[in-house]
């Protein structure tokens, strides 16, 4: 298996635009976690989606972050409008119930609002 | 309550020597300690976890103490080496079939050659 796909690696915008984030988890998971990493805040869950269904998205910061999940190959994380304050990298994480608690994150995406 | 406390912040380590990270929770419900490993430009991953029935778990070089009644736990890294320089995360979770992980704030580690 690939792992965690997340895209893209590396995002840049201006302030105002609207950002998507895309993860695919790996095959045959149940869970899966949106995490948002900055030095001052370190590792912060956003959200969380069980057999694509939100779960708790009490970590979601405001309104101008989204979070959806189609199907179980696909989720998306989207920041509109963005704001310098939003810079960050954000990870996303699946992991199967059946599992000894192990989370796999994916390699994250480097997120710069200008 | 919901907070994993981590320390130090950073450590410096000489090859062949031993680091020592400490972690401290507050939520007696925790029932599940894992470390993870992160890279430069990579996602954390797991290296080690454990429960609160064992006081220690190993795992070649790489060995979690659990003080249950202190509510602390603690990595150590014997003869560390240069590629052992990462930033470590111990992290607690609780009940329920998610799992969510509640992560310290990081050690970054880095292991001299």
């Known amino acids: 298996d690939a792992g965690v796909i997340q895209s893209p690696r590396h995002e840049v915008t201006e302030m105002g635009q609207e950002v998507t984030l895309r993860c695919k988890p790996i095959s045959g998971h149940d869970y899966l976690f949106w995490y948002r990493q900055t030095m001052m805040r370190g590792l912060e869950l956003l959200i969380y989606?069980?057999?694509?269904?939100?779960?708790?998205d009490s970590g979601m910061p405001e309104d101008r972050f989204s979070a959806k999940m189609p199907n179980a190959s696909f989720s998306t994380l989207k920041i509109q409008p963005s704001e310098p304050r939003d810079s960050a990298v954000y990870f996303c994480?699946?992991?199967?119930?059946?599992?000894?608690?192990?989370?796999?994150f994916g390699p994250g995406t480097r997120l710069t609002v200008l | 309550q919901q907070q994993v406390k981590q320390s130090p912040q950073s450590l410096i380590v000489q090859k062949g020597g031993i680091s020592i990270i400490n972690c401290a929770y507050e939520?007696?419900?925790?029932?599940?300690f894992p470390w993870y490993q992160q890279f430069p430009g990579k996602g954390p991953a797991l290296l080690i976890a454990?429960?609160?029935?064992?006081s220690e778990k190993k795992e070649g070089r790489f060995t979690i103490s659990f003080n249950k009644s202190a509510k602390q736990f603690s990595l150590h890294i014997m003869d560390s080496q240069p590629g052992d320089s990462a930033t470590y995360f111990c992290a607690a979770s609780h009940g329920g079939s998610a799992r969510q992980l509640t992560f310290g704030s990081g050690t970054q580690l880095t292991v001299l050659p």
């Open positions: 994480a699946s992991r199967w119930t059946g599992s000894d608690n192990e989370q796999f």
């Open positions: 454990i429960r609160p029935d064992v």
């Open positions: 939520n007696t419900a925790f029932d599940y």
């Open positions: 989606f069980n057999n694509n269904v939100p779960i708790d």
